[in-house]
């Protein structure tokens, strides 16, 4: 099993993911820059977090267009795992993998705290370890982690089970207070029809370590580990 | 010839950031402003040897593929002489 770590200039979580996949998940890893074009040694794929090309023009609009996205297509096409964690979540949606957008927050503010999500699919190659409802603490930090989509998206979201995470209180509840940048239904976290491409804003590679204030990130990357074996066997 | 392109948010798309200008604007004690959305102006200088259908097929094919995000915003090319 191999994991890889996407690296676009300005990408700022590149090594808390590389840290986690190496130390906490035990899997080998490595850093890949954006004019790779070849992803064949890898199962798995991180898109991290950051302010790729300084989030210029629109959040992830340019990185989209980095050479390493067109393999990044292909290896999900070909049913290969991409994660994308806030800007990788926005360069996932920008390049069209994943539905909808991610506009600036209701509210202007960056906002860096950590939140609580809910698992509203515990069967995607992401959550397997978990179970549905369960309530995760998990950081964010963002300005632009607004998800907006047209209402025949969220349609389809809905009927087929794509949303993966939600915004919530401490007790699950889902409400507009508990959501902390006016994301459409709470949305916190999708994946695509075939499940192997998921995005998300919270930080779950920030939440592995009790000393940071939660490991509830690390179930997210068991899941992944999980499927990948599975696979393998 | 010189293309203008004009990004904007999509009519039914929030925009958090044209509602705190308006607010700002109405704090100034300006009245009679109902609304204000703030978009995006770009200026692409095109080749002189390019005719103005061939500057205006590039223009309008790279707002609709990098400029705009189509999922949120509408885009519009105009194109002038330039000196315009």
């Not at chain 1, 700022?12 to 035990?26: E, Q």
């Not at chain 1, 994943?98 to 950590?114: E, S, T």
Request: hydrophobic share 40%; net charge negative.
């Amino acid at each position: 099993m191999k994991f890889g770590v996407i690296v676009f200039p300005g990408s700022n979580c590149d090594h808390d993911a590389y840290h986690v996949i190496s130390k906490h998940v035990g899997q080998p890893v490595d850093f890949i820059w954006h004019k790779e074009t070849d992803l064949s040694a890898y199962d798995a794929v991180i898109v991290p977090g950051g302010f790729s090309y300084g989030d210029y023009l629109r959040a992830g609009a340019l990185a989209h267009f980095s050479p390493v996205m067109e393999a990044v297509k292909k290896f999900a096409a070909s049913g290969k795992f991409v994660f994308g964690i806030c800007n990788g979540f926005q360069i996932l949606c920008e390049s069209g993998l994943l539905p909808g957008a991610l506009m600036r927050n209701r509210g202007l503010h960056f906002v860096c705290k950590h939140v609580n999500i809910r698992v509203e699919n515990q069967s995607t190659p992401f959550t397997n370890a978990l179970a549905k409802d369960k309530v995760l603490s998990i950081p964010i930090a963002h300005a632009e982690g607004n998800y907006v989509c047209d209402d025949d998206v969220y349609q389809q979201l809905e009927e087929n089970n794509q949303i993966v995470f939600r915004y919530c209180d401490k007790e699950g509840e889902i409400s507009d207070v508990a959501n902390p940048n006016g994301s459409r239904s709470n949305i916190a976290g999708i994946c695509n029809l075939d499940r192997n491409v998921l995005g998300m804003m919270p930080h779950p590679e920030r939440a592995c370590e009790e000393l940071l204030g939660s490991n509830d990130g690390r179930d997210i990357f068991r899941s992944l580990t999980n499927r990948i074996t599975e696979l393998s066997v | 010839m010189k293309a203008k392109v004009y990004v904007t948010l999509k009519p039914s798309v929030l925009d958090p950031q044209g509602k705190a200008i308006h607010h700002t604007t109405e704090l100034l004690g300006f009245e009679n402003v109902s609304d204000i959305r703030q978009g995006k102006y770009f200026e692409i200088a095109l080749d002189a040897a390019l005719s103005e259908s061939q500057s205006k097929e590039i223009a309008e094919k790279i707002a609709k593929d990098v400029l705009a995000n189509p999922v949120i915003e509408d885009y519009k090319v105009e194109l002038v002489a330039d000196n315009g």
